[in-house]
């Protein structure tokens, strides 16, 4: 525990010396809610609700892709001998998910505010609709930082970004629109227990994975 607290502040640490890189994440964000508020809201002054539910998700992903890619581009091959000889490989990548996990809930909290003062907010159940927001960026943290993990190692790492993620996020993308889809229609709890525990099943799994899988990845 004392390696995986010191790698998310050394995490921080970092971003916080390169504001700009957080600085264009939330920018990403503000800018495409305002287009999207451009596009539909602005214009025809209505959005249906499927519409709403899907535009936001969208937003979401990609900024999920776009911040989590960088989680081992920008570790230096020197700087990751040194953590070598410093951490184990399981405590870097619990700790690459948990500060992923801790962007994603900003950023997606962010955005829903955003989005919310921009296009209205369609969520007859808030806190159901938050509940999964708050999934959605779990599994998107632990997926999309393997496949950083594993992406990192190639020379065309954006595009193999694309081509590994895809799979992994598509059923975790179909669960958090139905649950969301729920949320909206101002359904109980009780209503999405299965696809809570679907989503809560996906999530772990793909950390358990790449607890297992990552320290094979770390020695090459």
Same mark, same amino acid.
Do not use: H
């Given at each position: 525990?004392?390696?995986?607290?010191?790698?998310?502040?050394?995490?921080?640490?970092?971003?916080?010396?390169?504001?700009?890189?957080?600085?264009?994440?939330?920018?990403?964000?503000?800018?495409?809610?305002?287009?999207?508020?451009?596009?539909?809201?602005?214009?025809?002054?209505?959005?249906?609700?499927?519409?709403?539910?899907?535009?936001?998700?969208?937003?979401?992903?990609?900024?999920?892709?776009?911040?989590?890619?960088?989680?081992?581009?920008?570790? *230096?091959?020197?700087?990751?001998?040194?953590?070598?000889?410093?951490? *184990?490989?399981?405590?870097?990548?619990?700790? *690459?998910?948990?500060?992923?996990?801790?962007?994603?809930?900003?950023?997606?909290?962010?955005? !829903? !505010?955003?989005?919310?003062? !921009?296009?209205?907010?369609?969520?007859?159940?808030?806190?159901?609709?938050?509940?999964?927001?708050?999934?959605?960026?779990?599994?998107?943290?632990?997926?999309?930082?393997?496949?950083?993990?594993?992406?990192?190692?190639?020379?065309?790492?954006?595009?193999?970004?694309?081509?590994?993620?895809?799979?992994?996020?598509?059923?975790?993308?179909?669960?958090?629109?139905?649950?969301?889809?729920?949320?909206?229609?101002?359904?109980?709890?009780?209503?999405?227990?299965?696809?809570?525990?679907?989503?809560?099943?996906?999530?772990?799994?793909?950390?358990?994975?790449?607890?297992?899988?990552?320290?094979?990845?770390?020695?090459?």
């Amino acid at each position: 525990m004392r390696e995986i607290k010191n790698l998310i502040l050394k995490d921080i640490i970092l971003e916080w010396r390169q504001k700009y890189a957080f600085n264009g994440m939330v920018l990403y964000v503000v800018s495409t809610v305002f287009m999207c508020y451009i596009s539909f809201k602005l214009k025809t002054n209505s959005i249906e609700a499927i519409t709403w539910n899907t535009l936001f998700w969208i937003i979401i992903l990609f900024s999920a892709v776009n911040s989590i890619t960088k989680s081992f581009i920008q570790e *230096k091959a020197g700087r990751q001998l040194y953590y070598y000889q410093l951490a *184990k490989p399981s405590s870097i990548i619990l700790a *690459k998910i948990i500060y992923n996990f801790l962007l994603m809930i900003f950023l997606g909290f962010l955005g !829903f !505010f955003i989005y919310s003062v !921009f296009m209205g907010n369609k969520a007859e159940n808030l806190w159901l609709y938050l509940l999964s927001l708050v999934l959605g960026a779990l599994g998107f943290s632990a997926s999309l930082t393997l496949v950083a993990g594993i992406a990192s190692k190639s020379d065309n790492t954006a595009g193999l970004m694309a081509v590994l993620s895809f799979p992994i996020l598509l059923p975790i993308l179909s669960m958090l629109i139905k649950l969301s889809k729920n949320a909206m229609d101002g359904l109980a709890f009780s209503s999405s227990y299965d696809e809570i525990m679907v989503i809560s099943g996906i999530d772990l799994i793909v950390i358990a994975l790449s607890y297992m899988l990552f320290p094979f990845l770390w020695k090459s």
